[in-house]
């Protein structure tokens, strides 16, 4: 089977099993990409939750029908309608809170973002075993530690038990979870910056389930919790209703990154999308006054941007992404733990272990960010890059 009927194959029964999930609807785009979100939910701002009840009542609901749910910031509600047309009611407020001046998304749904090499694999397909590696040996000048929020970690992997932290892990998913990609995600991006760096300490939080997927308050609820990693790993994403910024994930974004000192390193999306956001990466072009503590990541092939790469005016820079080799899970399939992936996700591990290298010289994780995309000396398409 050639790589890219392989990656057809994978891809077709990712989608497959995505449309299984019945708490989850999607809004599909003239160019084919997805817009995926929890069915129901509507995420509203407070002030604007009396024009919601009207979007409600023009479709034929009450304030009984009305269920509210919690794990929200404050000034939001998150309130659940079945069989609610969430879109519409959406851009019901937007236009109205809009009309009235107010410049915010006012309402959206709760996005869900995937892990970006589970929806479109890149050349290759899905991970494929690898002899193994290379990791960075610790070099005991003091580790900077970088936030990874993802799948859960297998314990069963190459990764030395002391060259990270987890918080918790999948550990008991079937042969078919292997085959597809859903569980060493996390792993293969530990590895990553474990094999680019000798100071970066990762710390792996679980937020994204087994079928590859994470709800937007689950990424707000991991978000708010996050210590004192002055970087974060985010190699997940997804499109939004009309391409704007989601509602929760803005304001999350923006009470981390607006004082401070802390960068978000976010993948740019691996759909071949060249002008189409894709959140959180494309934070980065937006006129937040926080934009440029976001890194967004695309991935190039050591010669040019991979043709699956999202790009866009968000870019930031280019990083290794194809083929790359890192470790991954013990399995029949693995037998040395180790694989070769492809996608966005680990272009952006590599940015974030040469900031977190570039830090104790530069003094702030901002500046280190700075410096490593001014001290990128090669040019992959209109983009740099790091090699």
Request: proline share 6%.
């Amino acid at each position: 089977m050639t790589a890219d009927a392989r990656s057809d194959e994978w891809r077709s029964r990712r989608a497959r099993r995505l449309a299984g999930l019945a708490w989850m609807r999607r809004e599909d785009r003239t160019d084919g990409t997805p817009v995926r979100f929890v069915a129901d939910e509507l995420l509203v701002l407070d002030e604007h939750f009396a024009t919601a009840r009207q979007a409600f009542a023009e479709q034929g609901f009450s304030d009984r029908d009305i269920v509210e749910e919690g794990d929200v910031p404050d000034g939001f509600r998150r309130v659940r309608l079945s069989g609610l047309d969430v879109a519409r009611a959406a851009r019901r407020v937007r236009v109205q809170a809009e009309a009235a001046g107010d410049p915010r998304v006012a309402a959206g749904p709760n996005h869900v973002f995937v892990s970006t090499p589970l929806e479109h694999a890149g050349a290759y397909g899905p991970p494929r075993p690898a002899p193994p590696g290379a990791l960075s040996g610790a070099d005991g000048s003091g580790g900077v530690g970088v936030l990874v929020l993802d799948t859960g970690m297998w314990l069963n992997s190459p990764l030395p038990k002391d060259r990270y932290v987890t918080e918790d892990f999948e550990s008991d998913v079937g042969d078919d979870g292997v085959r597809d990609g859903d569980v060493g995600h996390a792993n293969f991006v530990a590895g990553v910056m474990l094999g680019r760096s000798r100071r970066v300490q990762p710390r792996m939080v679980r937020v994204v389930g087994p079928f590859g997927v994470c709800r937007e308050s689950d990424l707000v609820a991991a978000l708010r919790q996050a210590g004192d990693e002055p970087i974060i790993n985010l190699s997940l994403g997804g499109y939004t209703l009309d391409d704007r910024p989601p509602v929760l994930l803005t304001a999350a974004l923006a009470g981390l990154l607006g004082s401070g000192d802390r960068v978000v390193v976010a993948a740019a999306g691996n759909d071949g999308q060249h002008d189409r956001p894709f959140w959180p990466a494309a934070y980065a072009g937006t006129s937040a006054p926080w934009r440029r503590r976001v890194v967004a990541v695309a991935a190039h092939d050591g010669r040019r941007i991979c043709e699956w790469s999202n790009t866009g005016t968000w870019i930031t820079l280019a990083a290794p992404g194809a083929d790359v080799v890192s470790t991954f899970v013990h399995h029949e399939d693995f037998p040395d733990g180790w694989a070769r992936w492809s996608g966005t996700s680990f272009a952006a591990p590599f940015v974030a272990a040469a900031i977190a290298d570039a830090l104790p010289e530069a003094g702030s994780a901002r500046l280190a960010a700075e410096a490593v995309v001014a001290g990128s000396d090669r040019r992959f398409g209109r983009y740099a890059g790091v090699a």
